[in-house]
């Protein structure tokens, strides 16, 4: 299970300092330290560890006193409050266009995710939100890309824009929208091509699929279980593409949680779904404070 190390690590860290009737300034000192070394074992950024000790000790010293809470669960709310922010606090929502329809732009390394998370993505718009979707093919260079997107529309019923492989990608994302609007689909998913790693081809292509079809989010999807790296890859994409979210997928496996405590302090950009398997009803809304809970207990 995800987080499953940090989760134990915080919870019997947590424990010691439940009960408490008074929080000493060393009981702080001690909590934070095993605090620090959990999270970074976790494998979550260093900065983004030192910046929330240092904004939990401030709080955790100097905080109010509540009636209904003894000082040392106090201290564990603060603990819980502050990792919730750091995931993004909110729940974030996906954007709906004043005109439909809403365009979504699909980028992510080969691997990660995307054309599965693409479906997920069509499934959750009709079966949550009532929507008309439509799937488009654009990832061009792995021709098991297309078919794959295909077969998961039919088990979706959902239509699949495609123009094979010899197509010119920015071509497909323009006659896609067309089509899309001719036929009133209020969401369009543009499934683009991956890469084994970044580099300025696969840039360049998405800025021009982003110029013609100007989407209203460009959600990158991440695999959590890649950690720091899932970090640095939004990092670059976030950078050339100004990213409106992050979908990070495997989150059902046994990622230590790096990625998901990282991503939004280092690209400021939320998390907005949580991929939980590979069937096409395993995404969720990606819930900082439900997420907090999960790992304090
Ligand atoms: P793409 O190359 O980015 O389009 O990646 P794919 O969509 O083909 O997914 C790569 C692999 O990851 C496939 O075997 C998927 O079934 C799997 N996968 C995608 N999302 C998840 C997820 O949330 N959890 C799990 N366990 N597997 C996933």
């Given at each position: 299970m995800a987080f499953e190390g940090l989760a134990e690590r915080l919870q019997s860290t947590m424990k010691k300092i439940t009960g408490k009737g008074k929080v000493s300034e060393q009981d702080v000192k001690e909590m934070t330290r095993e605090v620090r070394l959990a999270l970074l074992e976790a494998d979550v950024n260093f900065k983004v560890v030192k910046d929330l000790i240092k904004r939990i000790k401030e709080r955790a010293v100097g905080q109010e006193v509540m009636e209904s809470l003894t000082p040392g669960q106090q201290v564990i709310k603060v603990v819980k409050e502050e990792l919730s922010d750091l995931m993004g606090g909110e729940q974030s929502k996906i954007a709906v266009a004043d005109r439909p329809p809403t365009v979504i732009m699909m980028a992510g390394l080969q691997g990660a995710g995307k054309t599965t998370t693409s479906g997920k993505l069509a499934n959750h718009l009709r079966k949550k939100h009532n929507r008309s979707p439509l799937l488009v093919a654009?990832?061009?260079?792995?021709?098991?890309a297309i078919d794959q997107l295909e077969t998961v529309g039919q088990q979706l019923d959902v239509p699949v824009f495609s123009k094979g492989t010899d197509a010119n990608p920015v071509d497909i994302a323009r006659d896609a929208l067309e089509q899309a609007k001719e036929e009133h689909h209020d969401y369009v998913i543009i499934d683009t091509a991956g890469r084994l790693h970044v580099d300025g081809d696969l840039m360049a292509e998405l800025e021009q699929i982003k110029a013609v079809v100007d989407p209203d989010e460009i959600f990158l999807v991440v695999d959590a279980m890649t950690g720091q790296d899932a970090v640095n890859v939004a990092e670059s994409f976030n950078e050339q593409l100004e990213l409106s979210g992050v979908v990070l997928t495997k989150?059902?496996?046994?990622?230590?949680?790096g990625a998901a405590l990282s991503i939004k302090a280092v690209t400021?950009?939320?998390?907005k779904f949580a991929g939980?398997?590979?069937?096409?009803?395993?995404?969720e809304p990606f819930r900082p404070e439900s997420m907090a809970s999960r790992i304090l207990g």
């Open positions: 654009a990832d061009v260079y792995r021709p098991a989150l059902d496996g046994d990622t230590r949680g400021g950009k939320p998390i939980m398997g590979e069937k096409l009803d395993q995404l």
